[in-house]
């Protein structure tokens, strides 16, 4: 026993006395503070064992209270002082004594300090994962045990008189720590009144399984070590491993972490804000901070630990010299040298790859905050701020800018680490060089203000990238949704062009962006030769004499500093990116917003009759103007009243019931709406998904409601005839459907709603007469018999009703909202195809290919082989010689810097070479891409979502020019760099082979068995980000109609959901990087360990100095180079899944060739304009049916040529095999002889002049919109809009024929827009005109006008009409009549009327039987 006594308090007598007891110093004090620690070790493992065991014990960051938080950190760096100052005694008493003895004050320091540390944290962070009982116990015992130690230390100060001593002060801390653990178990967590663990409390039966909760992703339910191991992960890569991962195979992310709590917690805070302080807007960027600023700090907490443990290398590695010179400080040092070598390095790899896991965390919460921020925003867009930021640049929001915001966080921290890495490496520089360190620290000063003029310039650029950006994709997306019409008017060409214009001016700012950024790489990866020839010529000029020891240490601390120096330029550019990306998101989220709350109002009980009024209204689109589009309305309408609203075009109709929704500025008056509404648009929106999905449209299904609403909106025989019936899904811009058909689903999607209010925009513009007729009679006076009925038509013809006119005194400005666009699904729209497995070396080899790019690539990859072993001959060079006592120092500095310029000359050379790369590769896949696009056939845009094809364009396009070049060269740098330092390390202790080849063996088995899970997150990640971008177009293009169905929660809610489908796979993607890298990291610093070991075991001398000093500054590095090569090559192999997307649509199968050289028609064809329809059959699609069944006729040249049936009979699907929009399944077309199949596509379509069924503006001007090949005079367009009857409306404009037209041509009515395409048509005089359905939207008096224009300026042409008024076809030379593809009909009109069992003869009669009708009607009233 005293054995004992006196190997734990060496000479000391080991007194038991009550004032040895009150002394911090004595040894029965020290023993008394151990056997506490044992004891609450005791509880503390009692309390693990009896965890409570609920699944509900899942607490995020952000629900940590601050009071958990103080005591965390508090009890923390308490518990790590105490340790700190153990190993430092320890250290001491081996220096001093070479000896462990006495135990006590170490052993006091260690065990205390170890044990402080774990309860301290788990109490203060974990205390909800345990049962109220043991903890509080733990918690009372803690306070009691610090009490009784503080009690003693204060009684020898305050009693005895002792001096205050460091002991007796950490024994105060340690009360004040403990009075905090004590108030985290009583108020710090939340309890249920019994306890889970009680047996009375049990139920029964265990409680089912929970479906969703299976779903969760293990993170949820991690313990605290899996958490750190990224164990939760194995279940997810053994799947990987197994089989091809599919969407459902991954699971959802954990509640804390969807878009849904992030946008709350944003929104909360947000409005806190503003309340606090209403006058001043609230800052975003401080609000996104307070969100998250908890797990910024901890994410900080790992990334100090990481830069104070990779400090540690270079003193260690001094000590390891010494050690192999055979001066050991004490017994046994080289062995606590390896372990500490080992574990510091394994501190490293947890605390780096805990800050890397947790900064993505933070960065995938801000992007999905800042994507469901826009989606909000967007539905609330005023109408002056959507012309600002048009569809195509919100989408960039989402797709481009919200994913930069989002890969900030990752870096933020680099941006401190780095420079607190810096000043500790120029501590440990001082100490090996002494005075020469400030030659160092100068170069590394003159090489940071060297970049600053770089990187305002490099901000500058990238803002003009952005915005060329937005141009073009603002152009591309135009030209995308219009292709059909740029198909039927020969503009491909032309448009295309102005895209490779646009793209011209991104390349000039892209190119500008990526030198800046290839300086600042090459500035920063040059640094260290510099640093290095800098610090040894003042160590010559200042005498300091050079040794292995301090040479090396020098040599060591720079290595583990230039990586991260390095990693400055892409500091600086993700923060430039970021910064101008988040400017943008914050000047889109504050624009002002629609005003419509004081519209849709309850009105007081008095006018309870009253749907709508409008008190002296002035209504405007644009408020700043003094012209208002409606002036001075009085309208009151009651409840159940039809008014019918007619008027010319541009008139004001569409924004009479615009302003009913509440969508048009109110600039005087007032007007007041009571009821829900229903609304239907002019040009119809339709929602991806079946036709049932969108007539529910968020509604429960009511069998006998929803079959009614089918039958009276005459969609019962079109379902039949569907391959799915009401299941079946609607492709993009309803191409499956006709145009009739569509708006019949948004009749019925109206009818369901069961509104108070229905607002109808022309709906019977798009049908025949009979089904007119029968939705007038079914719907309006039927369905909607009680119902308050704003109805805008232009068919007067049945209209019993009272008529509101519009006259022309109240003109229009700006008129209905976008044009919609429509999305499809599963059987026409097929699932985004994407590669699956191993693609191996094919995307790279697609990307290098481009432009000499394997010539261009294997420059620079020479180039960097050729630097690293320019450093390596650099330090070999020096370790050779640096202890050669006859050496010259000059001559050893001279070569030494000599190496590292010539060095730096390839650096050089391999940053350019890689900018080289970018530009050319950039420029061949995107005009591949774009010919591709321009050539695709119109089935290709039928059964492609555009949301697939705007996020390759923009974000995929994005990466192939930003990141893939850079990342594709550092990623072969960093793995040669990597193998570099094994290598070295091998060549100078050859020994380290036997762990080291095995360990290479087990890391490529690793990656292997990483990437089979990894490369599949990252498609998956790729294709449902299509998702939210589908939606989010789909939502822009219909928002006026979710507003009026006040639908907005249900799409912002399914806009959550597919954010956190996006989200996910990213999620447990980077998690598995941080999984690989936390393992071969652990293999790396086993390797090092063993390294190191060889070198201490091995007789002095076996080794110069010099070699061990240059195979550890290697080694120590060995962790970092992986870390970083890793990084890159996960990176790369996620960026190069762009090519891959992009690759997939730069091969479409293409239509015809635009020209064929050889059998070009002559240059006056067609000359005669006559048509001979030979058996034409027509399917879309290989697998589906025909839609023209065996047509044949003749339309001799010059006929007038009229063309009706039922609605979905064939008529429009026979106009586009004219232009072969669509190729003949069997049959022939001839025009004047020549078969249209034996022409290129321009020659066909440039010939022919088309008045198109949906009428398109381009974004631009007048003149623009008329003649956008530049080949008419002013003179010649002013004539044209005379005769189009739109002069009036385009003088009235200041600007005149450069007046503006907007996105969708959106600031004029849609009548207006069918009268420009009118226009163009007869700037274009051709020798056959197609009118499909050409006046639907405009009224009878401008119809009758035009058509006279019509008739004589192409008297002597062939005119085909298809139109469902039957005065439009009246006068045609010959009728055609379709029903089902099939021709039923063909002759003159009075001969069909006469025969009695003609289908155009029981057109007429119905539509003259209605006309006398609703005539008499309104004589009657």
């Known amino acids: 026993m005293g054995g004992l006594s006196a190997a734990f308090c060496g000479k000391s007598d080991f007194q038991t006395d009550l004032i040895s007891l009150t002394q911090p110093s004595s040894c029965i004090n020290h023993v008394l503070t151990i056997s506490f620690d044992a004891l609450l070790l005791i509880v503390f493992l009692y309390t693990v064992v009896s965890k409570k065991s609920s699944s509900k014990s899942s607490v995020s960051f952000r629900n940590i209270s601050s009071l958990q938080l103080v005591s965390a950190i508090y009890n923390g760096v308490l518990g790590s002082v105490y340790l700190s100052l153990g190993v430092w005694v320890l250290e001491e008493k081996l ?93 710090g967590y939340k309890y249920e009144a019994s306890d889970e663990n009680d047996p009375l409390y049990k139920p029964l039966l265990d409680e089912p399984y929970s479906a969703s909760s299976e779903k969760d992703t293990p993170f949820a339910k991690a313990t605290f070590l899996s958490k750190f191991t990224f164990w939760w992960l194995n279940p997810l890569m053994k799947r990987g491993k197994e089989k091809t991962l599919e969407d459902e195979d991954i699971p959802k992310l954990r509640k ?150 989002g890969e900030f966080p990752f870096w933020f921290h680099q941006i401190w680490t780095t420079s607190l890495q810096l000043c500790l490496a120029i501590v440990i520089l001082f100490q090996s060089v002494g005075p020469a360190t400030f030659a160092a ?217 615009a302003a009913v929704l509440g969508e048009v500025p109110i600039i005087e008056g007032a007007v007041k709406v009571h009821g829900s509404i229903a609304y239907v648009s002019q040009s119809a929106w339709i929602q991806t998904g079946s036709i049932r999905e969108n007539i529910l449209f968020g509604s429960a299904l009511n069998t006998v409601r929803y079959r009614d609403t089918l039958e009276r909106c005459s969609l019962v025989k079109d379902l039949e005839l569907l391959p799915h019936g009401d299941l079946t899904e609607i492709g993009e811009r309803g191409v499956n459907l006709s145009g009739g058909q569509k708006q019949r689903i948004q009749l019925a999607r109206a009818l369901y709603k069961d509104a108070d209010i229905y607002l109808l925009d022309d709906p019977f513009s798009a049908v025949d007469a009979h089904t007119a007729t029968s939705l007038f009679n079914e719907y309006v006076n039927g369905a909607l018999s009680d119902k308050t009925v704003l109805l805008v038509t232009h068919q007067v013809d049945f209209l019993p009703a009272l008529i509101l006119s519009c006259s022309r005194e109240i003109r229009n400005t700006y008129t209905e909202k976008k044009k919609s666009k429509t999305f499809g699904g599963d059987q026409l729209i097929k699932k985004e195809e994407r590669e699956v497995g191993d693609t191996g070396f094919k995307p790279y080899i697609l990307y290098l290919k481009q432009n000499r790019g394997f010539l261009t690539f294997s420059v620079a990859a020479i180039c960097h082989l050729s630097f690293v072993i320019g450093q390596i001959l650099q330090n070999s060079w020096m370790a050779a010689n640096v202890d050669d006592p006859h050496f010259s120092t000059l001559k050893l500095i001279l070569v030494y810097l000599l190496i590292g310029v010539v060095s730096s000359l390839f650096l050089l050379t391999r940053t350019l070479f890689t900018v080289v790369l970018g530009m050319q590769s950039s420029r061949a896949l995107f005009s591949q891409l774009l010919i591709s696009l321009f050539h695709a056939p119109m089935s290709f845009y039928d059964s492609t979502p555009l949301g697939r094809i705007l996020s390759r364009v923009s974000s995929d396009l994005s990466i192939v020019d930003l990141d893939v070049p850079f990342n594709l060269v550092f990623t072969v740098g960093s793995t040669t760099n990597c193998y570099t330092n094994l290598a070295v390390l091998a060549v100078i202790t050859w020994q380290v082979l036997f762990v080291s080849v095995p360990m290479i063996c087990l890391a490529i088995r690793l990656q292997k068995y990483y990437f089979s899970s990894a490369k599949e997150l990252m498609r998956i990640n790729g294709t449902t ?278 996105e969708d041509g959106s600031n004029w009515s849609m009548g207006q827009r069918q009268l420009f395409c009118l226009g163009r048509a007869l700037l274009r005089r051709s020798k056959i005109l197609v009118l499909d359905e050409a006046t639907a939207s405009i009224d009878n008096a401008t119809d009758s006008i035009l058509q006279k224009t019509i008739r004589t300026e192409f008297a002597d042409c062939t005119v085909i009409t298809v139109a469902h008024r039957i005065p439009t076809v009246m006068d045609s030379t010959m009728v055609l009549a379709i029903s089902d593809g099939k021709l039923v009909e063909y002759d003159e009109p009075m001969k069909l009327i006469n025969r009695e069992d003609s289908l155009f003869g029981q057109l007429v009669k119905e539509y003259w039987s209605h006309y006398q009708s609703a005539e008499s009607q309104v004589e009657m009233t």
Not at 356 to 385: H, P, W
Not at 647 to 654: P, R
Request: one cysteine or more.
């Open 95 to 187: 220096r001093k004594t070479r000896s462990l003895l006495p135990l006590h004050w170490w052993i006091l320091f260690l065990v205390h300090g170890l044990i402080w540390l774990v309860l301290g944290l788990t109490v203060s962070l974990k205390g909800h994962r345990f049962s109220r009982v043991p903890l509080r116990m733990l918690s009372i015992l803690i306070s009691l045990f610090a009490a009784i130690t503080c009690g003693l230390s204060l009684f020898s100060t305050v009693v005895l008189r002792k001096k205050m001593s460091l002991k007796m002060f950490l024994d105060i801390l340690s009360f004040f720590g403990s009075s905090l653990l004590l108030l985290c178990t009583y108020k």
């Open 441 to 657: 620290m100068t170069v590394i000063v003159v090489t940071v203000l060297c970049n600053m003029p770089l990187a305002k310039l490099q901000h500058k650029f990238q803002s003009k990238l952005m915005v060329a950006q937005d141009e073009r994709l603002k152009a591309m997306s135009e030209a995308l949704v219009n292709m059909k019409v740029l198909k039927l008017y020969a503009w491909e060409t032309h448009f295309k062009g102005v895209i490779d214009n646009l793209r011209a001016v991104e390349d000039k700012w892209l190119s500008a962006v990526q030198l800046r950024k290839a300086y600042n790489s090459f500035l920063f990866w040059s640094s260290p030769v510099l640093v290095s020839a800098a610090t040894f010529g003042a160590c010559y000029v200042l005498g300091v004499p050079l040794s292995s020891s301090n040479v090396f240490t020098f040599v060591a601390t720079l290595r583990l500093v230039q990586d991260p120096v390095r990693t400055i330029p892409d500091v600086v550019g993700v923060f430039i990116q970021a910064k101008v990306a988040f400017a943008r998101i914050v000047k889109f989220l504050e624009a002002p917003e629609l005003e419509n709350a004081s519209v849709r109002v309850k009105f007081e009980a008095d006018d309870i009759n009253h749907s709508v009024c409008f008190k002296s209204a002035n209504l405007s689109w644009d408020e700043s103007t003094h012209k208002p589009t409606l002036r001075n309305v009085n309208l009151d309408v009651k409840k159940g009243d039809k008014i019918a609203i007619c008027g010319e075009v541009g008139s004001g109709k569409s924004t009479l019931l």
């Open 1025 to 1302: 980000k299509s998702f939210v971008a589908n939606h989010l177009a789909e939502s822009v293009a219909g928002a006026i109609t979710i507003r009026a169905f006040k639908e907005e929660d249900r799409f912002s809610a399914k806009n959550l959901e597919l954010i956190d489908q996006n989200g996910s796979p990213f999620f447990h993607y980077f998690s598995a990087n941080e999984w690989l890298i936390q393992r071969l990291e652990t293999l790396s610093a086993a390797v090092l360990a063993f390294a190191g070991l060889c070198m201490v075991l091995l007789p002095p001398g076996t080794f110069s100095s010099g070699f061990i000093g240059m195979a550890l500054s290697y080694g120590l590095s060995l962790n970092m180079s992986l870390v970083f090569s890793i990084n890159n090559q996960c990176m790369l192999a996620n960026y190069i899944i762009s090519v891959e997307r992009l690759d997939q649509y730069m091969h479409i199968q293409s239509e015809a060739p635009e020209v064929i050289e050889d059998n070009r028609p002559p240059v006056n064809w067609p000359s005669e304009g006559k048509v001979e329809i030979q058996n034409l059959q027509i399917r879309y699609r290989q697998d589906a049916p025909l839609v023209l069944r065996g047509i044949s006729c003749t339309f001799e040249g010059g006929h007038k040529i009229g063309i009706v049936g039922r609605t979905g009979s064939g008529k429009t699907t026979l106009i586009g095999a004219l232009f072969r929009l669509v190729e003949p399944s069997g049959g022939k077309i001839l025009v004047d002889g020549i078969d249209i199949t034996t022409i290129g596509l321009h020659d066909l379509r440039s010939r022919f002049g088309i008045i198109p069924q949906d009428p398109t503006l381009f974004t631009g001007t007048v003149r623009y919109n008329l003649d956008p090949l530049v080949q008419h005079t002013d003179k010649e367009i002013w004539e044209v809009l005379g005769k189009c009857q739109l002069k009036d409306a385009v003088q009235e404009k200041e600007d005149g024929l450069d007046s503006s037209v907007v």
């Open 256 to 405: 804390d972490d969807r878009a849904e709590s992030c946008y709350l917690v944003y929104k909360d805070i947000y409005d806190a804000q503003k309340q606090s302080n209403p006058s001043a807007q609230p800052s975003i960027l401080r609000t996104m901070l307070l969100c998250h600023w908890r797990e910024i700090l901890i994410s900080g907490c790992f990334a100090l630990i990481k830069v104070v443990t990779i400090s540690a290398g270079p003193i260690l590695l001094k000590a390891f010299i010494k050690v192999a010179e055979g001066k050991e400080s004490f017994e046994h040092e080289r062995y606590v040298l390896v372990l500490t070598l080992f574990f510091t390095k394994i501190m490293e790899s947890i605390s780096q790859r805990q800050w890397y896991f947790r900064s993505r965390l933070i960065g995938l919460k801000i992007r999905s905050l800042l994507t469901a921020a826009v989606y909000k925003k967007q539905l609330r867009l005023s109408n002056s701020a959507k012309i600002t930021h048009s569809s195509g640049e919100i989408m960039n929001y989402v797709t481009v800018d919200a994913y930069r915001i």
